[in-house]
């Protein structure tokens, strides 16, 4: 469609509400929210608290585990492998009997 630099949009009418690109423009404080809402944000607050220090507890057992692991030496984790297969191989045929 071939449009004229000359002509106007015919809806030229302007609305005397002034537009704005938030859907609101009140900003709304905690304090004005009803009690109910309040409480229940606090709760979900408390909660993400509680996931968020579970997470870092997780963190802090998974590094220690991590730690000792790694403070063996190669020759003590030889021996402890070579104990626990010695240990396997005396207990297995006393399983497979009964």
């Known amino acids: 469609m071939a449009r004229s630099g000359t002509l106007r949009p015919r ?9 704005s690109s938030t859907a609101s423009s009140r900003l709304m404080l905690i304090a004005d929210y009803p009690k109910r809402m309040r409480q229940r944000m606090r709760w979900w607050k408390v909660l993400g608290l509680a996931g968020l220090a579970g997470v870092a507890a997780s963190g802090v057992v998974i590094a220690r585990a991590e730690r000792r692991r790694r403070a063996y030496t190669p020759e003590e984790i030889r021996a402890r492998l070579r104990d626990r297969h010695a240990e396997a191989n005396s207990v297995a045929p006393a399983d497979e009997a009964g």
């Not at 809806?11 to 537009?19: A, G, I, L, Q």
Request: aromatic share 0%; proline share 11%; no cysteine.
């Open 11 to 19: 809806k030229t009418h302007r609305s005397p509400v002034r537009v």
